[in-house]
């Protein structure tokens, strides 16, 4: 009859049974895994629906949860594979030291996986990028050099020129470099292009991605390229990133952007197919972050700064190249809320940066008196 009685427990005397509807779902019931690692990808997907039908939009938009691998980001696969390699070509040996520059997504799943494995790490971040991932980083025994954005890259007290100074101070260390590094890519080439062509049906009309170290571009545009050619590739970048084609999109006043994990300025990583990009739109963080907001509120999704970023691209790329009713539009959700904890998530540091109207004017910090 479309409901079933349960006592909710048996010395509740005064307690009448409930009535419930038929529940016919339970959660899936994995075998026993052999460690955590064993836990990376097979991420959900999908479908939004508030955020699509109060746009007006009337393709499908899936999102697909790689803040739901077990560190929290995309990038646990990629430190996986990454580990795994220089672990079969003998570069990282027992006892041995990892080193990376990060946004923090890669610092944290390489500290996640040395943990695991035995090794010891030292992420160098860029002092944009949130605390939290710090803090995640430094309580699974890695270590972390705050460098300043302003300095050069390659600079001794640069992101890249710190790396190397690390290394050569370390014995027995290795660089990652996801920046370069073929298994980065591959990893997505291998695992989440497969995932997404496979949990669609192999129907996509139009796949929405930005570019960090470009590893999930590369990849897995790479595999759509013998898989499902026809897919539209389109990429997202903040402004005050560079990474955007043709250049003169990237033309803007903007120096910082808040979005972590997407964009950088004068850096092009070799493993970026930035040319694989039918169209390029730029954003702001303000459009960014309220849609990450809104993917948060209003689908329940706990995303981090890009996703919000993504979709804002997606809703608009939906829009330019008319995609209509009974097509497929997929983003990345790359990181999850988490991460953000003192940042975006919260509506004070949202009105401090004019990203919000304020609620409460009183209310604004020292700053503004
Ligand atoms: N989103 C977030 C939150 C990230 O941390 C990253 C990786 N820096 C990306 C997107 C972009 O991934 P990729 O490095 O593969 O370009």
Redesign the pocket.
Same mark, same amino acid.
């Given at each position: 009859d479309g409901t079933s009685k349960c006592k909710w427990s048996k010395d509740s005397k005064n307690q009448e049974p409930s009535v419930h509807t038929k529940w016919d779902w339970k959660p899936k019931n994995q075998k026993i895994l052999p460690d955590i690692l064993a836990a990376i990808g097979n991420t959900p997907m999908v479908k939004l629906n508030k955020i699509p039908q109060s746009e007006g939009v009337e393709c499908e938009i899936f999102g697909k949860c790689e803040f739901m691998n077990p560190a929290g980001?995309?990038?646990d696969r990629v430190a996986l594979r990454c580990i795994t390699e220089a672990e079969n070509n003998g570069t990282l040996k027992p006892g041995g030291t990892v080193i990376e520059v990060s946004? /923090?997504?890669?610092g944290v799943s390489l500290a996640w996986v040395c943990a695991i494995k035995g090794y010891h790490s030292i992420i160098v971040m860029p002092d944009k990028f949130s605390k939290e991932k710090e803090n995640i980083i430094r309580s699974m025994g890695g270590d972390v050099v705050r460098v300043s954005m302003a300095e050069k890259k390659y600079s001794p007290n640069g992101m890249f020129g710190m790396a190397h100074v690390l290394h050569k101070n370390t014995p027995n260390s290795i660089i990652i470099d996801?920046f370069s590094n073929p298994s980065?890519p591959i990893m997505?080439y291998d695992t989440t292009a497969e995932e997404i062509f496979d949990q669609c049906d192999g129907k996509i009309d139009m796949m929405v991605m *930005?570019? /960090? &170290? /470009? *590893? &999930?571009?590369g990849g897995i545009s790479r595999k759509f390229q013998e898989l499902s050619p026809q897919t539209i590739f389109i990429g997202a970048d903040p402004y005050g990133s560079t990474y955007a084609i043709p250049d003169s999109l990237n033309q803007s006043k903007v120096k910082m952007f808040e979005i972590? /994990?997407?964009g950088y300025n004068e850096l092009t990583p070799p493993v970026?197919d930035r040319f694989k990009v039918q169209k390029w739109y730029k954003f702001h963080d303000k459009d960014s972050l309220n849609m990450s907001r809104r993917l948060i509120k209003e689908e329940g999704l706990l995303v *981090?700064?890009?996703s919000g970023l993504l979709l804002a691209c997606a809703l608009k790329a939906i829009k330019e190249f008319n995609i209509g009713k009974g097509k497929r539009v997929v983003i990345?959700l790359?990181?999850g809320t988490k991460n953000y904890l003192s940042k975006f998530v919260q509506d004070q540091w949202m009105e401090q940066r004019g990203y919000m109207p304020c609620k409460n004017p009183g209310n604004l910090g020292w700053w503004d008196i």
């Open positions: 980001s995309i990038k946004s /923090g997504n890669t996801q980065n997505h *930005g570019c /960090g &170290t /470009g *590893g &999930t571009l972590e /994990g997407i970026c *981090g700064t890009t990345l790359p990181d």
